[in-house]
Nanobody, 123 residues
């Protein structure tokens, strides 16, 4: 599978962005999707994940109530709606796929990664 993340950019504190992750290639099998991020000098961390059916979503504590993950299986695309952004959200955001239907927050569970899209939040 190939993953193409898009939608990053520069936004002011309190603003919103919507990231997209389009999957192509091996999309006939059920797969969970996740969003991770990596800030400069920090390790990559889990942000949000969604199961194949969309029945289960999982957000990190740092984004609960502000970020919403969703997906459209007809378009093989996952989305991350990010509201109330602050400077601590500045990072490269990566989408990832695991070929099991359930969602997890473990980076090692995801075997396929997109190239990342940069989100910069200015104060």
């Amino acid at each position: 599978v190939q993953l193409q993340a898009s939608g990053g950019g520069l936004v002011q504190t309190g603003g919103s962005l919507r990231l997209s992750c389009a999957a192509s290639g091996r999309t006939s099998s059920a797969f969970a999707m996740g969003w991770f991020r990596q800030a400069p000098g920090k390790e990559r961390e889990f942000v949000a994940g969604i199961s194949w059916s969309s029945r289960s979503t999982y957000n990190s504590d740092s984004v609960k109530g502000r970020f919403t993950i969703s997906r459209d299986n007809a378009k093989n695309t996952a989305y991350l709606q990010m509201n109330s952004l602050n400077t601590e959200d500045t990072a490269v955001y990566y989408c990832a796929v695991r070929y099991l239907p359930g969602v997890t927050n473990r980076l090692s569970d995801y075997g396929y990664w997109g190239q990342g899209t940069l989100v910069t939040v200015s104060s």
